[in-house]
């Protein structure tokens, strides 16, 4: 074995002899996921049919960790056993795993921090996560950045890694983000502030202090926390030496950053590639599963580097299904994109399955409708059923001409039905049985019990074979967060709420606009569906479904595109695959494209230069998209670019936009005739027919600028040639 390098030596701290650790903590210290973790700990859900942890273990595998401490309390058994029989367990594997059972007390993050530095787990520098992380991002690069920074600071006691994105992403929850400060050149955390959306954050208060002694700071609300954390190994120790520590970035960070006495320093690694988020809630459990469906994860992927048992097999569309044959697809069923079914499923006569998860021996019957659910193993839906943005345990029983709508989380061994019709947000379990009733406090959740005692009998809407245990609505208790004070909040982190044009700094548009969503108040979702029609007729009446979902993809991708600052030859390759995907017409494309653009343009107060400037910027930078994603249309780009101005809150843009347009030579001064010639362009017969007039107008004075300066044009060269 050669001999370790001495600490005079320029080498990196890393060497050969030096083996990477990390802790997982697998405990989540909340019960976001009530009834579905009554039984079974949030690391063991299943995220496209592959258990939680996996995903958090191969995330670790591709950062080359070779020791893994998974510290954890709830469910402990079924934790030790997953790992015993996963292929992690083999030899061969390349990283070792070692289960670590803490204490009964151990009630946050700060006390398994405590209990990691009691049992002198860590021996060097560390990476700590939880054990919901999905990432792709190579942690080894920010350990050797992290110990590079540690031989010249010894107090950068640890690494933050952080993502870009913009203020609004699907895999950030709006309710649980946060303000950075940071110094502008040395990446260095001065400040940290949580934001949440109910009651709003609307300030930021760093210390004087610190804009005193850091010239040059960079507020940060545009960062996600990916939830990956290197330490140095002193920080156990620093849990240790301080007991009100319970939240690592409330408590732990804030502290670090606000003390006098430590003087220890805390640094952020802002990722540019790559892909983190954790599956901290069921908002953020959809959202990470779409992810992976469509391939955000590259190469965490159901058909490479999957870390469950089976494999898949990918087909246009981002369809997968298992390689192993043992799917049975009736002829008449429909299974739309980004949808993942299971070994030894079955999908009977005219079922229709669009972006959902189906496990692993479920069946299907005929004429049911599922729309962006996430079904676990060994369930059964029943005929003519319709399920809709819900997630459904293991060996559920859903029977005939039932009904889930958005938001629903139904517990394994549930039976509902015949002709159950379930609420939005609904939440059923099943009683406690002789054993159960029987076991100490600490291993059951109490709130079944508490549950129980409030309900009497079953909900006559589900069914007269139904075991469900119905859930209220409200908080049950003020602990873990979910007193009344954050029941609003907790709306944000739910499946099935769309929050992506919410005002957070608005009390009242939260409130209103929340419950407004989760009433069902909607006549028609954005996959083109009516959701309010009968129960009674089935199937519901489907309105141009693809051109529906098209949309709504389109729009999320060039979002994701525009905030994480996508080159735009990728950006448009990811249209043009989600355009053949739905097999939509060109024109829909430009459409979102333009709807797109003009949608990111701020409209600035009292417009003017400013207004301009922001018009060019975004023009300039995403402009060329248009005509990059397929075919070159400059009359259809200025007529749907009058639509959309129209019909929206950026008609003051419109002549501005076009000028734009123009500028970057996108669309050409005969363009703008041919267009202006149109009888369409005029607005007539058009239920936005004066906004369209005003358009056209604005246009006419467009072109009586071209005629003026052709004019001046042939005048110059009128005297020029006199001159001669």
């Not at 030096?18 to 949030?42: G, Y």
């Not at 258990?51 to 273990?57: A, G, K, R």
């Not at 700060?110 to 530095?117: N, T």
């Not at 017969?685 to 604005?698: S, V």
Request: charged residues 25%; contains cysteine; proline residues 5%.
């Amino acid at each position: 074995m050669p001999p370790r390098p001495t600490a005079g030596k320029d080498s990196l701290i890393t060497d050969e002899d030096e083996i990477l650790q990390a802790v997982i903590l697998a405990d989540s210290f909340n019960k976001r996921f009530r009834p579905l973790t009554i039984r079974k700990p949030r690391c063991l859900l299943p995220v496209c049919n592959a258990p939680l942890l996996d995903w958090t273990f191969e995330s670790l595998a591709l950062a080359g960790v070779q020791e893994v401490f998974v510290v954890c309390r709830s469910h402990a058994e079924q934790i030790k056993m997953a790992i015993e029989g996963s292929k992690w367990s083999k030899p061969g594997s390349g990283m070792k795993i070692v289960p670590i059972v803490t204490a009964k007390e151990t009630f946050s993050p700060g006390d398994a921090m405590r209990d990691i530095y009691t049992r002198g787990l860590v021996t060097t520098d560390f990476i700590l996560v939880m054990g919901d992380l999905v990432s792709n991002i190579r942690i080894d690069e920010v350990v050797r950045l992290h110990k590079e920074r540690r031989k010249t600071n010894k107090d950068a006691i640890m690494t933050i890694v952080v993502k870009e994105s913009g203020a609004i992403h699907r895999t950030r929850p709006i309710g649980d983000s946060a303000v950075f400060a940071l110094d502008s050149k040395t990446s260095e955390c001065l400040h940290y502030q949580p934001v949440i959306a109910y009651p709003p954050t609307r300030f930021v208060q760093i210390p004087r202090e610190r804009l005193e002694s850091h010239p040059e700071i960079d507020i940060r609300y545009d960062l996600i926390d990916c939830g990956i954390d290197v330490c140095s190994v002193e920080v156990p120790s620093l849990f240790q030496d301080n007991f009100d520590y319970l939240d690592i970035r409330r408590d732990f960070v804030h502290g670090v950053l606000t003390s006098d006495l430590l003087m220890k320093n805390v640094y952020c690694h802002i990722a540019t590639e790559g892909y983190a988020a954790r599956v901290k809630d069921t908002k953020s459990y959809e959202s990470v599963s779409k992810d992976i469906l469509s391939r955000w994860t590259f190469p965490l992927v159901p058909d490479d580097n999957y870390p469950g048992g089976q494999r898949y097999e990918h087909v246009r569309g981002n369809r997968y299904l298992a390689k192993d044959n043992t799917v049975v697809l009736a002829r008449t069923c429909k299974i739309g994109t980004n949808t993942l079914i299971g070994s030894s499923t079955r999908i009977s006569e005219d079922v229709q399955i669009h972006a959902s998860v189906i496990g692993q021996n479920c069946i299907i019957g005929a004429g049911t409708i599922i729309k962006n659910c996430y079904i676990f193993d060994h369930t059964t839906i029943g005929a003519n059923c319709i399920l809709e943005k819900s997630i459904i345990g293991s060996n559920v029983n859903l029977k005939d001409n039932s009904s889930v709508p958005r938001g629903c989380l139904i517990a394994d061994s549930v039976i509902v039905g015949p002709g159950a019709k379930l609420e939005p947000f609904d939440r059923l379990s099943t009683r406690r049985d002789e054993v159960e009733a029987e076991l100490p406090d600490e291993e059951v959740d109490s709130d079944v019990e508490e549950v129980e005692a409030r309900q009497s009998h079953i909900n006559k809407n589900l069914g007269h074979d139904s075991n469900a245990l119905v859930w209220p609505h409200g908080p049950l208790s003020e602990e873990d967060g979910e007193g009344p004070e954050n029941e609003k909040n907790l709306r944000f982190m739910r499946i099935g709420d769309d929050c992506s044009d919410i005002d957070i700094s608005d009390p009242d548009t939260v409130s209103s606009e929340s419950e407004s969503k989760s009433s069902g108040s909607e006549s028609e979702d954005d996959t083109g569906y009516d959701t309010t029609a009968s129960s009674d007729v089935l199937p519901p009446v489907k309105r141009d479904a693809n051109e529906s979902e098209f949309r709504s993809e389109a729009k999320q991708s060039l979002v994701r595109a525009f905030s994480e600052g996508h080159s735009i030859e990728n950006a448009s390759v990811e249209l043009k695959t989600l355009r053949m995907a739905f097999d939509v017409p060109l024109s829909l494309a430009r459409e979102a494209v333009i709807s797109a653009v003009v949608g990111w343009i701020p409209i600035v107060q009292g417009g003017g230069a400013p207004q301009r400037q922001e018009i060019a910027r975004v023009i300039d930078r995403w402009g060329n998209m248009i005509n990059e994603i397929g075919g070159v249309d400059p009359v259809e780009t200025v007529t749907l670019l009058q639509t959309m101005c129209a019909s929206s809150d950026r008609m003051p843009l419109f002549g501005q936009i076009l000028a734009a347009l123009y500028q970057s030579d996108i669309v050409e001064e005969d363009d703008i005739r041919a267009w202006h010639a149109l009888p369409a362009s005029k607005g007539e017969g058009h239920r936005a027919e004066e906004n369209l007039k005003k358009c056209w107008m604005i246009g006419s004075h467009m072109l009586q600028q071209f005629d003026a300066q052709e004019s001046e044009e042939s005048e110059s060269e009128g005297n020029e040639d006199d001159s001669e």
